[in-house]
């Protein structure tokens, strides 16, 4: 999980990420960081989500959680 969360404080350009917090509490959130998450998710993940389903997670420990449980 580790290297999901260093991956998305590159994306959302910050030093340390807060999982608890939710993508949109940060400023930084925006339509590019979006897109670039789910080309993450499919490049590195072999995964599929659309942004409706990024934004149904109540944290972004969360939705680690389900990426990294949907790798195994």
């Known amino acids: 999980m580790k290297e999901l969360i260093e991956k ?6 910050v030093d340390e990420l807060d999982i608890n ?7 930084e959130w925006d ?8 080309a993450l998710l499919d490049s ?8 409706k389903e990024v934004m ?7 939705f680690c959680e ?3 449980n949907n790798k195994q």
């Open 21 to 27: 917090k939710k993508f949109t509490d940060y400023e």
């Open 66 to 68: 389900a990426v990294i």
């Open 56 to 62: 149904s997670f109540d944290s972004i420990k969360e």
């Open 44 to 51: 590195d993940y072999h995964m599929t989500m659309k942004n």
């Open 8 to 13: 998305l404080s590159e994306i959302l350009e």
């Open 31 to 38: 339509s590019l960081a979006g897109l670039s998450l789910i």
